[in-house]
């Protein structure tokens, strides 16, 4: 089973600073990683697919890059809305699909 | 747009069974594999099961194999997840997911049922 690491835990920022959240993966997923937003009391919201795909509906200010183990989110500059949990979540060689132990962004 | 409501959560104790449904609309259901996902209180997300579009083939995490089974009613636009035999690490909110062009990635999310498994 492939296993994800996010760092870091927690990420403490100012609006319209710059983040830089990581991914990386026990062993290769090619491109095959996907991110996910959450805020308090609601689902998960699909940001980023195949490494750097944003979904529809996703603001330009978030991005994604890299490929094989190691993978970045990074928010251009954050909103306030912006102030959340972030998954990543790959989908190589699965069952099963396996999702980080999250990051959270929080106000600085 | 794309709908995803979630019922049958509750209480129920240890060793009992408990069926969620997903009620899908807003696009073509029949054309689209479905997962759910949950998420235990305070925790991270964990891949509960898939199931094709037309049902054909169907995968579980091993913390359920052998105790819950994925289906679904494309005739009437439902996902279903029939879970026996519940232990209390199944406590959480589960969700259920629709998968896109890519199958496996996890596109839409309904808001998520409780379930809690206590005595």
């Known amino acids: 089973e492939i296993v994800l690491t996010q760092s870091p835990a927690t990420l403490s920022l100012s609006p319209g600073e710059r983040a830089t959240l990581s991914c990386r993966a026990s062993q290769s997923v090619s491109v095959y990683l996907a991110w996910f937003q959450q805020k308090p009391g609601q689902a998960p919201r699909l940001l980023i697919y195949d490494a750097s795909n944003r979904a529809t509906g996703i603001p330009a200010r978030f991005s994604g890059s890299g490929s094989g183990t190691d993978f970045t989110l990074t928010i251009s500059s954050l909103e306030p809305e912006d102030f959340a949990l972030y998954y990543c979540?790959?989908?190589?060689?699965?069952?099963?699909?396996?999702f980080g132990g999250g990051t959270k962004v929080e106000i600085k | 747009q794309v709908q995803l409501v979630e019922s049958g959560g509750g209480v129920v104790q240890p060793g009992g069974s408990l069926r969620l449904s997903c009620a899908a609309s807003g696009f073509t259901f029949s054309s689209y594999a479905m997962h759910w996902v949950r998420q235990a209180p305070g925790k991270g997300l964990e891949w509960v099961a898939f199931?094709?579009?037309?049902?054909?083939?169907?995968y579980y995490a091993d913390s359920v194999k052998g105790r819950f089974t994925i289906s679904r009613d494309n005739s009437k636009n439902t996902l279903y997840l029939q879970m026996n035999s519940l232990r209390a690490e199944d406590t959480a909110v589960y969700y259920c997911?629709?998968?896109?062009?890519?199958?496996?990635?996890?596109?839409?999310w309904g808001q998520g049922i409780l379930v809690t498994v206590s005595s």
């Open positions: 979540q790959h989908r190589t060689n699965w069952p099963p699909l396996t």
């Open positions: 997911v629709k998968g896109g062009p890519i199958a496996v990635v996890l596109f839409d």
């Open positions: 199931i094709h579009f037309d049902g054909t083939n169907k």
